[in-house]
């Protein structure tokens, strides 16, 4: 997991956490990328930053603030832990931050010990990390439909009237809590929405207005976590990261790593226009793509897709209107 | 037990690190020998796309190293063979996440428990690669017949040969080599690149289309047992369990009708 986050509330506005860094070399090329993953993405927003443990002299500050400044960011407050950094911080005129930083919550996946026993003959030690111990196949979605594989009441289907009201105030919410963010999402806010409505989406925990639009496409070693439901406008490509507390939708293909519900929400989901990821996690649970024998076409389409949690385990369905 | 620890360098990028390292980690583990990879290009990782495991990655090295994880749910153990496992690079970090004593414990907890643990090092002469041979014992080279590639693979034998307190035993692997190219002068021999580096030859792989197959499908091409590269690097795994092993006769300059009915009637040894 990324020692990097883009954490956002609509009442706290953006946090940029490089708190994880062990250097100040690390902390600088993760921000840089970091700003750079979403340079349209910062304008008008309130950015705070977390220095967390890193120790900085004055001009290691000048140097992230000369960075952030390049981008368009001034952070309102900054976290920094360490005596010497707070001070250097203050020599610059910088608020720092009270009380604790936004946090994403930890990682609750449960990977086994791959190797339980180092014993010297390899022969013998048959338990470790095995698939069918871990691992739940991410199925073919060819074969599995919601409406022929799941009756209606497993998944908490909302009356329609109610899916409605629920879709509309989602959409309306991100608008109206973090009208900077979601600038351009007002016809992609209505094409996301009915999306959600054939599955759950009213029963998750995470506030419907904590919605981040990102309208980028992330590259591999790129990372995006967010405190609540996470959209992409654009592509997760293999090697990028993108986690959420509540649902990830991708306005795109979903070709990385996505993990949603992170924290333990089992209820959260995942769908894109083409869901071809390396791996999905949804809460605790933990689903990798098939082995492929040969080269993985990433042009071969099949629509957009939904994964979630059914029974521990993740599926994956086929979206279909209505 | 105490395992052997070798990292897998080069200097230049792009000379076949990687494929090296597994293909050379198949070949061991087909030998009956417990063998751990490790991937130490950290921000830029491979070597889990080339074993086919991409998707079984879900902690990884820096991971192990923070101690978000345990040692022994970071190792993904390979889908064809129960003795062979990888340590992934983390892809979202840089080569700055881990220093070289944490190397040198991850290596000492590594080789307790495996009889190889290769280190796939990444390009370059920086950190990561200071990284990557802090805690190794022996060393392999491997570089092209190109000029470029054996430049930089000498300044790399430079650097082991300052560090060979720790770095006991250095060798060579020399990758994509064209027996016809080496045929027409156009390209150095295992000879030329020999004479140049002065330094122990483990192994001299030809260049093969199947590697790049093998590559797209996830499956080393040692595993399998009709390839020229395959069988080069089974060689080379055998050697490094001691075994003498004749090299394959990269030499092409015969090749007539008349020498190939001879050779089939006399196989070159490989």
Known sequence: MS???????????????????????EAV?????????????????????????????????????????????????????????????????????????????????????????????WEESESGFEDQDVSIFYESSENIFIDEEVPADDLNFAPPGVLADQTASTTEGAENSAPS?????????????????????????????NIMYLRQTLRSGQCVSHKGHLIVIGDVNPGAEVMAEGDITVWGSLRGIAHAGVGGNNDCEIRALRLQPIQIRIGDAFARSPDRSNLVSYTAAIGPETARVVDGKIKVFRFSPG | MSGRVI????????????????????????????????????????????????????????DVVEERCKLRQALVKDKRMPNLSLLPAAQTRDKTAVN???????????????????????????????????????????????????????????????????????????????????A???????????????????????????????????????????TKSGLAFRN????LRGE??????MNAKNDTWVTRIANFFNPVRV
């Not at chain 1, 967390?52 to 952070?75: C, F, M, R, W």
């Not at chain 1, 992609?188 to 989406?201: D, H, N, V």
């Open chain 1, 3 to 25: 020692k990097i986050a883009i954490i956002s509330q609509p009442d706290q506005g953006v946090l940029i956490d490089v708190g994880g860094c062990a250097s100040m070399q």
């Open chain 1, 29 to 121: 090329s993760h921000l840089s990328s970091t700003l750079q993953v979403s340079s349209q993405f910062w304008k008008g927003v309130n950015v705070a930053l977390n220095l967390g443990d890193l120790e900085l002299n004055s001009t290691q500050v000048a140097h992230i603030l000369a960075l952030a400044k390049g981008v368009g960011v001034y952070p309102y407050q900054v976290f920094a832990q360490r005596a010497i950094t707070r001070e250097a911080l203050s020599e610059h005129s910088v608020n720092l931050g009270v009380g604790k930083p936004m946090t994403l919550p930890a990682m609750t996946i449960k990977v086994p010990e791959n190797i339980e026993i180092p014993t010297e003959d």
């Open chain 1, 181 to 209: 963010i979601t600038q351009a999402s007002n016809a992609l806010g209505a094409a996301t929405a009915p999306a959600a409505a054939p599955a759950k989406a009213t029963n998750t925990v995470v506030p419907a207005s």
């Open chain 2, 7 to 62: 990292v897998i360098t080069s200097g230049k990028g792009g000379v076949g690190k990687t494929t090296a390292s597994a293909n050379i980690g198949v070949a061991l583990a087909n030998t009956g020998a417990s063998v751990c990879l490790v991937d130490m290009d950290i921000g830029l990782r491979n070597l889990d796309i080339l074993m086919g495991l991409e998707n079984r990655v879900v902690y990884n090295l820096v």
């Open chain 2, 100 to 182: 070289s004593d944490q190397m040198k414990k991850l290596c000492l907890e590594l080789k307790a428990i495996f009889d190889f643990v290769l280190i796939d090092s990444p390009a370059g002469i920086e950190s990561g690669f200071q990284n990557a041979v802090a805690g190794a014992e022996e060393a392999i080279v491997i570089t092209t017949p190109e000029m470029s590639a054996v430049r930089d693979a000498d300044r790399i034998i430079g650097l082991l040969e300052a560090r060979k307190d720790e770095i006991t035993q250095y060798r060579l692997v020399l990758n994509r080599i064209r027996p016809k190219m080496v």
């Open chain 2, 184 to 226: 027409n002068s156009d390209m150095m021999g295992v000879e030329d690149v020999l004479e140049i580096l002065s330094i122990q030859l483990l192994g001299a792989v030809p260049e093969d289309e199947d590697i790049i197959i093998s590559t797209n499908k996830g499956e080393p091409v040692s595993g399998t047992d009709n």
């Open chain 2, 236 to 239: 080379i795994a055998r050697r």
């Open chain 2, 244 to 249: 003498e092993v004749p090299f394959m006769d």
